[in-house]
């Protein structure tokens, strides 16, 4: 049985996705973000970062005590190895998915965040940082609109850069952006959002979260961090 630690935000829906797409058995444990349970003491101790999502794996490879990982690009990582799917298992194809995994997790993931915090969430309009994280989400859209015009999936087959990639994707007008604008990206997106398992893994996150709007108290709960709220 795996444990994961989850709230319904891109990164959360990376590993929804994967875990109903492969059917291994999962129990979801709401970390409610906007009210600040990933500041519990159990959490940190899953999740050093206080962030979700998280994952515990009471049957681990190898067997053993129970194996916590953090980090949504790490838990794909696991996960994939740990089935053998999603993730060809060597070779040059293996590189092909983890760049663009790597590139969602160093690029285009805390990019699109800065876009979604300076549009929507900053106290006052700061012209300068919404037209750079606006600008920036424009070129990383076109960069995935040339690849999927040359791969039907982002790195050749369906993968876990896929999915830590079209969450992401998802928020698309929030970021400024039109999908027309992209049609390869487009196409993709549509071919992904029809998936059984990304419909259930979406319908599920509808299900915990019934009312997904962030209040001031809870800007203040996400954006008012610093070192006295980092792990004891
Ligand atoms: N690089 C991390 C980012 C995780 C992350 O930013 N999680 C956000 C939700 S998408 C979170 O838990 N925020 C709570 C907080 O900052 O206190 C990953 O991909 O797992």
Do not use: C
């Amino acid at each position: 049985m795996l444990d994961l630690y989850y709230w319904t935000t891109p990164n959360g829906h990376k590993v929804t996705i994967f875990l109903e797409e492969t059917g291994l058995p999962y129990r979801i444990i709401p970390v409610d973000i906007r009210t600040g349970s990933q500041f519990d003491q159990q959490f940190f101790e899953i999740s050093p970062n206080n962030k979700i999502p998280a994952l515990v794996d009471h049957h681990p490879v190898g067997n053993g005590t129970p194996l916590k990982v953090f980090e949504s690009g790490a838990i794909l990582f696991y996960l994939a190895e740990k089935t053998g799917r999603f993730l060809p298992q060597n070779g040059r194809k293996k590189y092909e998915v983890i760049q663009w995994l790597m590139w969602q997790m160093g690029g285009l993931g805390p990019m699109l965040g800065q876009n979604h915090h300076f549009s929507q969430y900053a106290p006052e309009p700061i012209p300068y940082a919404i037209e750079r994280y606006r600008k920036e989400t424009d070129r990383l859209y076109s960069l995935l609109d040339k690849q999927l015009a040359q791969k039907e999936y982002i790195a050749g087959d369906y993968s876990i850069a896929d999915m830590a990639i079209y969450p992401w994707i998802v928020p698309h007008e929030k970021q400024g952006q039109k999908l027309e604008d992209s049609p390869h990206l487009l196409r993709w997106f549509q071919q992904i959002q029809q998936r059984p398992a990304v419909i259930r893994a979406y319908a599920k996150g509808q299900q915990i979260n019934t009312q997904p709007s962030v209040d001031e108290r809870s800007k203040a709960i996400l954006f008012g961090q610093d070192r006295k709220t980092s792990a004891p």
